[in-house]
C-alpha cells in the first residue's frame, strides 16, 4: 500500500500561555498543502512516499530519498510502527498484523514548520490501521498520533482546522484557498523548538483566528501573526527579507509557518507565483511552487 504524504502551514500562530507542564497552549489555523503535488496541474515535487508490505521476518524500515539524519528509533515512521503495534498488543489485537516492510522515500524538507515528519508518521498509522481491517478506530489511531507529535492528528483530518492546546484540539474550519499558489523557501537555517519558544512572550491574540473565513487573504496582512517571528527575525535576519521579498513579489500575504525556518506567500495567480518562485530558482534557498486545494 502506498500513500503520498503532503504537508501544512499555519495561517497565524499565537501563543497564548504557557502551562503548567511546560509546553505552550497555541491558537493557529493549519492548511495542507502538497496534496496535488506531482500531478499535471502542480508537477513540481513536494511529498514524501509512503509503502508499506505485509510479510517477512521481521519489521524492517528502508529510507530513500533525501537523506535523513535521525537514529532508527527516532524516526518518527518507526515510531509509528512501534506505538501502532504496542497498542494492538494493549487492546489484546496482535495478530491483525504481520511484520510489515516500510519504505520512507523522503523529500519533504526537516526543521521547516511543515510538519514532513508528523505527516509521515501519521499517514503510515492510516496504513497501518488498514492493513489490520480498521480494528482500533478513529480515535485510538488519534491518540497514538498525539502521542508522536503535536502536529501528527491534525494529518488524520488532513483539511483546513483551527487548533488549540499544543495542536491537537481541531475544529474543522470553512476557509478554502482551492485555486491560489503557495510559494515557500527555506533558507539553510535550522531552529530548534526549544530555541524558538525560549524568546516566545504569551499573550492574548487581538485577532480570533476562527474568524479568518470572513476576511479576505488581502487584508491578512498585519492582522493574521506568527508570533515566532518576533524574536526569531532579529536572531535570523534572513528569515525577515525573504519575507519582505515574497511581498515584494507580490504574494497577498506571506509568513513564517509554525516555528520556522521555512516561509510562504500565497498568490492570487500562477504567473505572479512563477515569478516569485523563480527568484529563489538558483539560489541556496529551497524553493517549491504549490498550487493549493
Known amino acids: 500500500m502506498i500513500k503520498f504524504v503532503n504537508a501544512k502551514i499555519n495561517l497565524g500562530l499565537d501563543i497564548v500561555a504557557r502551562r503548567p507542564d511546560g509546553y505552550h497552549d497555541l491558537q493557529t489555523v493549519f492548511y495542507p498543502v502538497g496534496v496535488l503535488s506531482g500531478t499535471p496541474r502542480s508537477p513540481w515535487p513536494f511529498a514524501d512516499i509512503i509503502e508499506v508490505t505485509r510479510g517477512g521476518a521481521e519489521d524492517r524500515l528502508l529510507l530513500t530519498g533525501r537523506k535523513v539524519d535521525c537514529a532508527l528509533e527516532r524516526n518518527l515512521v518507526w515510531r509509528a510502527l512501534r506505538a501502532y503495534r504496542e497498542r494492538l498488543a494493549r487492546e489484546g489485537l496482535s495478530d491483525c498484523l504481520g511484520h510489515v516492510s516500510l519504505t520512507l522515500e523522503k523529500h519533504l524538507p526537516d526543521g521547516a514548520g511543515l510538519g514532513g515528519g508528523s505527516a509521515d508518521a501519521t499517514f503510515t498509522l492510516e496504513i497501518l490501521e488498514q492493513l489490520s481491517g480498521g480494528v482500533l478506530g478513529r480515535q485510538a489511531l488519534s491518540e497514538i498520533a498525539l502521542s508522536l507529535g503535536a502536529d501528527c492528528p491534525f494529518f488524520l483530518l488532513n483539511q483546513c482546522a483551527y487548533a488549540e492546546g499544543v495542536g491537537e484540539k481541531l475544529e474543522p474550519l470553512p476557509l478554502s484557498l482551492a485555486g491560489m499558489w503557495c510559494v515557500i523557501v527555506k533558507p539553510p537555517v535550522s531552529i530548534s523548538t526549544a530555541r524558538a519558544f525560549a524568546g516566545v512572550k504569551p499573550a492574548r491574540p487581538e ?39 515574497l511581498y515584494e513579489a507580490g504574494a497577498l500575504y506571506a509568513s513564517m509557518s509554525g516555528s520556522g525556518s521555512s516561509l510562504y506567500g500565497l498568490f492570487a495567480d500562477y504567473a505572479t507565483a512563477v515569478k516569485a518562485y523563480e527568484r529563489w530558482e538558483s539560489t541556496d534557498r529551497a524553493v517549491w511552487l504549490l498550487l493549493l486545494t
Open 207 to 245: 485577532f480570533d483566528l476562527r474568524k479568518l473565513p470572513e476576511l479576505p487573504v488581502a487584508e491578512w496582512r498585519g492582522v493574521v501573526k506568527n508570533d515566532f517571528e518576533q524574536s526569531l527575525f532579529p536572531q535570523f535576519p534572513q528569515l525577515g527579507e525573504i519575507k519582505e521579498t
